[in-house]
């Protein structure tokens, strides 16, 4: 039986990182009952080349590629999301040397919170949100869909 590793590393258990994460492994289980999905903590992101790392000379000698789909929720729109990226530039860089390469899933201009009245969120106009999230939600979520029976088709090879 071959695994996919789901790493939710969204702040929220129910939001948009969980839909988009549900959406993937939904893809991944479509493609054959011979794939576990598993999910794991939020930490794990943070150690996962830590046992492949020499410190002899600083490489990474993880012990086969394995494919990585990176899924990214972000309040921020397409624009802003370059930031994002910048950020995470040393997380991408470790998981491409060690794992061989990483597809993204990305998802703009999320909701936040499920009442902005509730929230100093005064720079976002929820009517925005809302008409945002009610033409590309959905797509999001194929995008993850069709992500995760990509790698569960590419793992089954």
């Known amino acids: 039986m071959k695994k996919i590793m789901i790493i939710d590393g969204g702040p929220r258990k129910n939001f948009n990182t969980a839909s988009m994460l549900r959406k993937f492994a939904e893809g991944a289980s ?4 011979e794939i576990e999905v598993t999910a794991r903590l939020r930490g794990f992101l943070e150690r996962l080349v830590f046992p492949w790392l020499s410190y002899n000379d ?3 000698t993880a012990p086969k590629k394995m494919p990585v789909v990176l899924c990214y929720t972000m309040n921020a729109n397409t624009e802003q999301a370059k930031m994002v990226y910048q950020s ?3 997380i991408e860089q470790s998981l491409t040397t060690a794992m061989g390469g990483v597809e993204h899933v990305d998802a703009y201009n ?3 919170v499920k009442n902005y009245e509730w929230c100093e969120l005064g720079g976002f106009s929820e009517e925005a949100k809302r008409q945002y999230s ?17 790698m569960a088709e590419s793992i089954l090879i």
């Open 58 to 60: 600083y490489s990474i």
């Open 88 to 90: 995470m530039g040393i």
């Open 110 to 112: 999320t909701y936040q």
């Open 134 to 150: 009610d033409e590309n939600w959905e797509k999001d979520l194929q995008k993850a869909f069709d992500a995760g029976k990509r």
């Open 30 to 33: 479509s493609v054959s009952n």
